[in-house]
């Protein structure tokens, strides 16, 4: 990696992809930030002279290609992709539609899909880059009332986890980052969190304590933004990239007990599983 790199940024007009962009910057780096709506993105980040804001949604492969052709002809080179951009979808799996699970899972598994599939190329012809993509502790621990937004990250971390080793001989490291609660946007209603269309009265009282729980929880959570944005830079400038971080107290020990869980399950049933091969 060199001392100084180009950061491609996705969904940097809001919530951590700003904190991202700024601390990138801070630390000396070029950055391309990328968001819907390329003014909006610069307006967030505030001017610098190494800081080029580009449209770009996701979740149409087009675009991806675009907004990486601008970065190159910008910059030269890419070195640092971060897959950032994601919304929730929240609401118990038989309230939420089949259109807004699909709609879930466009842009949170689709979406980084597309921008990796478009800067691949890039980082192979270099022989050299970093692929880091936020995920969740959600992307680990499923939980009720996440379905939808748990099975996209949980794709999101089983696509990483195998792409890694596809592309670590052409130099290329990779890095899932899984925070806890952050005090971003990602609960701000009609912004990053879109409730379920369906009404289901077995589901209604949950719900309602969900939705309370959600709301009172906005501007509240433990986590640090810009620590977390400190992190990551602190983390790709050190040039060897964890396989995993796992960000914050909360999340730490949400994943451990999951971690001990599943152990124990295995150990229940231990002699059962090891019954299973065939007879010789």
Do not use: C
Request: net charge negative.
């Amino acid at each position: 990696m060199a001392e100084k790199n180009v950061w491609f940024i996705t969904g940097a007009s809001r919530g951590m992809g700003i904190d991202i962009a700024q601390a990138a910057l801070a630390a000396g780096h070029s950055v391309v930030a990328t968001g819907r709506n390329a003014a909006r993105v610069g307006t967030a980040i505030g001017e610098h002279e190494n800081l080029l804001s580009v449209a770009l949604d996701v979740t149409d492969a087009g675009a991806a290609e675009t907004a990486v052709k601008a970065a190159v002809d910008r910059f030269g080179r890419i070195d640092v992709l971060v897959n950032n951009a994601g919304n929730f979808y929240a609401g118990h799996f038989e309230t939420l539609s089949p259109e807004q699970v699909r709609a879930q899972m466009e842009t949170n598994f689709f979406g980084p899909l597309n921008v990796t599939r478009a800067v691949l190329p890039v980082l192979r012809a270099q022989r050299s880059g970093q692929i880091i993509t936020i995920t969740s502790t959600a992307g680990f621990v499923g939980g009720p009332a996440t379905s939808a937004y748990a099975a996209s990250k949980f794709a999101l971390e089983g696509w990483m986890e195998s792409l890694t080793g596809e592309i670590a001989p052409f130099g290329i490291s990779t890095m899932t980052v899984e925070p806890g609660f952050f005090r971003t946007e990602l609960l701000v209603e009609g912004s990053s969190t879109i409730w379920a269309d369906l009404q289901l009265e077995d589901y209604a009282e949950n719900a309602s304590h969900t939705v309370q729980a959600f709301r009172s929880m906005n501007g509240q959570q433990p986590g640090d933004p810009a620590k977390l944005a400190g992190a990551l830079v602190t983390l790709s400038d050190g040039g060897s990239l964890p396989g995993r971080f796992v960000a914050g107290a909360d999340a730490m020990e949400a994943i451990e007990q999951k971690q001990a869980a599943v152990q124990q399950q295995i150990e229940a049933n231990r002699a059962l599983s090891a019954s299973l091969s065939h007879d010789s």
